[in-house]
Every structure is written in structure tokens, then in C-alpha cells.
């Protein structure tokens, strides 16, 4: 990768890295380790926290493939409530800031991932400060995510300062930075429609490890044996269970198909909304068709994700652009035909229609429950949109596709 300066680093900062097993550090492991196999100074500055587990502590230095990983001290609170989630990322922002100054050097790269939000404004500081380069990598579009969730703050006055300062200092972060990274056209549009030049963005989808998540028949995967799966068709939901995700639908769905014994909902995976949906499922009885079970180890996803004929998918019509669900590339690449819960016009939506590789549902449980019903009946469907999810999707979008465009990117900037 040619710079002006041959000892440039590139520092990637976000708040979780390998071998975290949330979307964004699995996605950040991916590009990093495929950049180091140039020769590249890779390096990440992140947490010593675990998105699963916030009490683990990990070492705070080392080389993982390649990659130099730096990692720093920040309270572990967890996510379940929102002040314990603002603390801990206020101290991993003032630790991360001043390790950032130590660190940068001229001429070097900075590339901002988006946990925790906003970074793209202290960093360009940085990046000012030790004239530096600046990348954004947009996994969301903050403070528009938390807008669209409801967050806000009790004195209207008060709101409507805070949000109109953050969007004007996110906005010309973004537009001050070099380039910034985004998901999918939709996502490219809302940046651009706050007054960023198309110049400055450039579309990279994500992308999930097809070399180590790999199809699997119901008769290899022994974790259907191990969770009781054996003659159950399985509806499965991986990943995280946040406030973007449309969970109420499965329990509805469900609900409509309890006396169907050979049906169950697998659920796999964390996030806020997850004990809500627990809740609602013991209310209603419905226990014997929906399946909890924690995130699974990165190696074993071919068999955790294969554990379902059919893959759900959800994002919340209104947050559409803002966040494009990393769960799907993974779903493709373990051969699942996808239910996505949410637009047809959105990029899920269309990709599903371009490539045959399942179905969108954008009604409620009901016709959830009508599309279960007819994949459960219909095996050679499943079949054949299981193939074209990994050929058509999966093994398209890979990170060594995603590699050689941020490769080019730095150096067209560059030069």
C-alpha cells in the first residue's frame, strides 16, 4: 500500500476487536488481518471489554495476525441501561484520545468505526493536530439511529440544542475527513443529503467469512442434536436483538403457530431487547416454540447458523439507510434462504429480489407465519435459494473485494 511516507500507520479505532464476537469487531478482524498480509503497519486501538462479556479483561497489547492491537482501559458497566452505556464509552473516549495523541504521527491514517458514536469529531482533531488522514467506516448513522429509537432529553429546549450541535459537528467531521465508508447506496444518500460531496463517500457492503462459515446438512450439524433440534423445522434468528430489530413479529408469528410442535424459533444472540421478548414469550406460553441461546464462538457459526432451514432477518422500516443488518452476509454464507422483516425497496429487499436468496415479509406475524409455513412445506425451494444465498450473495461480497477498495482509496487520496 504506496503513501507519501513509507512508515505511515493505519490506526483503526473501535471500541471492540477480535476475538470480541459482535458484528463490528468481526467485520473490523476481517479487513485488518487481510490489510496485514500486505505488509501493511496495521493497527487497532480498542477496548479491553468484550461485547458479550463486559467484565472480560483482554491483554492490552499483542500481535494478532499481523495486526498490532492496543488496548485500553474503559469502565465495563454493560449495556443494559443507558447511563451504563454513556460511562463507558466517556472513558474509553478520554483514554482512546489521549493514547490517539501518543500514537499518530504525520502522514499516518486514522479510520474511525462508529462504537462509540460519533468519534469522527474528536478524531478529526487529532488528525489536525499531528496532520494526519482521516477515514470514517459508517456501520450506523448516529445521532439519526438514536432519534428514530426515541431517545431524547426531558427539556425540548435543551434537546433540540444538544441534537442541532452534534449533527453540525458530526456533519463537518465528516465532511472535513478524507473519505468516509459506507454500507449501501441508501446509506450513501442520507450522507449526502446532509451537504457531503459523493466524492468523499464510497460504498463498501459488508461481508461475512465464507472460507470458515460454510453450509451444513441437518445431518452433519450435531448442535441441532446437542439443542433437541432433530425433526423440528427452525426458524433462526442470529445476532444482536437491539432496538433496530422488529422482534415483536416473531413472537406474534409464533403465537400463531404454537400448536404447530414442529416448529420452533431459535434466537440466538443478545442485545436490549432480548429479555423484552423472553418476557413476552413466557406471558403468552410459548416457551416450547421459541429457543434462547447466548452468541456462539466465531468458529462454530457454519453450525449455529446452520441450525436453521430458514434465516430471519430484521431491521425497522424507519431505520432503513441507517444501518444495514451485518447478520445477512452471514446467513448467505452458511447457505439459508433469508426472511427479511422489513422493505422491499430497502437494499435487503432488493438484493433478496435480485438474487433469489429468500423472501421479505413486511406485514405483521401473520404473514410470517403464512411464509414459515410455506418454506417448512417446501424443501426444494429452500434448496435452491439456500444456493443462491451463498453463491449469488456471499461469495460476492468478500473482504478481499472490500481490501482492495479501501487499498485503492488510500492511495487515490494520497496521491
Known sequence: MATTDPMAKYIFVNRFFYPDISATSQILS??????ARKSDDVVVVTSRSRYDDPK???PSTEI???VKVIRLYSTSFGRGRIWS????YLTFYVVMLWKMLWLTKRGDWIIAKTDPPLMSIPLLFIAKIKRA???NWLQDIFPEVAEVAGFRIKIPAVHNFVLGAIYKLRDWSIRQANFTVVLSDEMKQLVHDRDIPNEKLMVVPNWADDARIQPLSNTQNTLRTQW????KFVVGYSGNMGIAHDLDIIVEAARILKDRDDIVFLMIGNGFRKNFMIVDVQEQGLEHMVMFKPYQPRDQLSYSLGCADVQLVSLRPAMEGLIVPSKFY???AAGRPVI????????IGRTIAQTGCGSVVSEAGEALAKTVLAYAQDPARRQAEGIAARTQVAEKNTVTDAARKWREKFDSTIA
Not at 85 to 88: G, K, W
Not at 340 to 347: A, Q
Open 330 to 332: 452471514g446467513v448467505c
Open 340 to 347: 427479511y422483516l422489513g422493505l422491499e425497496e430497502s437494499y
Open 56 to 58: 472480560a479483561r483482554l
Open 85 to 88: 452505556r454513556v460511562v463507558d
Open 133 to 135: 488522514h482521516l477515514a
Open 64 to 66: 494478532i495476525n499481523g
Open 30 to 35: 476481517d479487513l485488518t488481518n487481510q490489510l
Open 228 to 231: 433437541g433440534l432433530q425433526n
